[in-house]
T-cell receptor, first 111, second 113 residues
């Protein structure tokens, strides 16, 4: 199995632009998570999907952030418009139980 | 919300030394997970614990699920330079059918050759 695949690995964008991060979970996993990691706040859960349905999005910082999971093999996290304070590493993880497996992350820099 | 407190926050050790770190919570957990994150990578699952008192090993790593269910410990024996990274503990958020994990802030390990 290839593991959780995220793209792009790095993204540099200008403030105000739309950013879309992509994730392919491990086949057969029915839970998918988006996390954000910063030095100050550590790993923060943004949103949790179960069977493609958003279960808990209380961690999404504000309306500029949105996430979708149109099918079991694909999810996106979109930021529109992006701001410098959104700069962080964004991880996608999937699980079939409690043991979550992480992708390599997308390092986002908003200038 | 529930918090996981990890200690120490960071540690510098000599290659070959043993390492101990722990994770505590004010809430009871039924599962404890330990992850390692290397620079530029995502966290990688090391050990999963499902039963109070359980002691589980993975090579030079040994983790224990505390009897009180409010703590867990990770030990690394005979450290080597590739043990460098941040070690996170994690546990599921209470709630029926929830697989959401809460993470500690991590213990950053540096190994001096």
């Amino acid at each position: 199995d290839a593991g959780v695949i995220q793209s792009p690995r790095h993204e540099v964008t200008e403030m105000g632009q739309e950013v879309t991060l992509r994730c392919k979970p491990i086949s057969g996993h029915n839970s998918l998570f988006w996390y954000r990691q910063t030095m100050m706040r550590g790993l923060e859960l943004l949103i949790y999907f179960n069977n493609n349905v958003p279960i808990d999005d209380s961690g999404m910082p504000e309306d500029r952030f949105s996430a979708k999971m149109p099918n079991a093999s694909f999810s996106t996290l979109k930021i529109q418009p992006s701001e410098p304070r959104d700069s962080a590493v964004y991880f996608c993880a999937s699980s079939g139980g409690y043991e979550a497996f992480f992708g390599q992350g997308t390092r986002l820099t908003v200038v | 919300g529930q918090q996981l407190n990890q200690s120490p926050q960071s540690m510098f050790i000599q290659e070959g030394e043993d390492v101990s770190m722990n994770c505590t919570s004010s809430s009871i957990f039924n599962t404890w997970l330990w992850y390692k994150q290397e620079p530029g990578e995502g966290p990688v699952l090391l050990i999963a614990l499902y039963k109070a008192g359980e002691l589980t090993s993975n090579g030079r790593l040994t983790a224990q699920f505390g009897i009180t269910r409010k703590d867990s410990f990770l030990n690394i024996s005979a450290s080597i330079p590739s043990d460098v990274g941040i070690y996170f503990c994690a546990g599921p958020k209470p709630g029926a059918g929830s697989y959401q994990l809460t993470f500690g802030k991590g213990t950053k390990l540096s190994v001096i050759p």
